[in-house]
């Protein structure tokens, strides 16, 4: 495994950590969790530019990287509506498109054997969720404002992925014919 997988799955260590600080309920528990949450933010940014400093990016860590993120930011949201009020739904819906997101790239990459590369739509979204939820907890109403956009971006995201996905399949047949 990589450098940039090892960086990549430190958000899978981080994720549980940072449900637990939220749910304390208490300052030092906000504290502490939104400096594991930036710590996540970090190795986010990290990740991506040692594998491509080192020349190490991997299809294992194409898939680590968005799933550690999905991971971070449902356990957040999940942490948020059970101790912050704040809204379930938008952990809901959250969870609902990224199981259908992650269902559609498991069954693309069985079928085709190829994963369709995150784009700046989603990198953006995961970006403004964790403005959005750092933003919660300074100002609730604004920060669910932000955490609403940022799921609405990355269901926008989904939307170009799909179409990414119509792209290669026609240029697929096409090279067959």
């Known amino acids: 495994m ?43 940014v990290l990740d991506g530019k040692v594998a491509r400093a080192r020349n190490e990016v991997t299809e294992l860590g194409k898939t680590l990287d968005p799933l550690s993120d999905k991971i971070t930011i449902f356990t957040v949201l999940i942490a948020l509506a059970i101790r912050w009020k704040l809204p379930l739904i938008l952990a809901v819906v959250y969870f609902i498109k990224e199981l259908f997101q992650v269902l559609a790239g498991v069954y693309l990459l069985r079928k085709y054997k190829q994963l369709i590369a995150a784009n700046q739509w989603g990198k953006s979204s995961t970006v403004i969720f964790f403005l959005g ?7 609730k109403w604004f920060g669910i404002l ?13 939307y170009t ?11 697929s047949v096409s090279k067959r014919d």
């Open 2 to 44: 990589t450098l940039a997988c090892w960086i990549t799955s430190v958000r899978f260590i981080l994720a549980p950590l940072i449900y637990w600080q939220l749910t304390k309920g208490t300052k030092a528990g906000i504290i502490a969790a939104l400096g594991l949450l930036l710590l996540a933010g970090l190795s986010d």
């Open 133 to 139: 939820i750092g933003t919660f907890f300074i100002n």
């Open 146 to 158: 932000v955490i609403i956009i940022a799921l609405l971006i990355s269901i926008y995201a989904l």
């Open 161 to 171: 992925y799909y179409l990414a996905y119509q792209k290669d399949l026609r240029q």
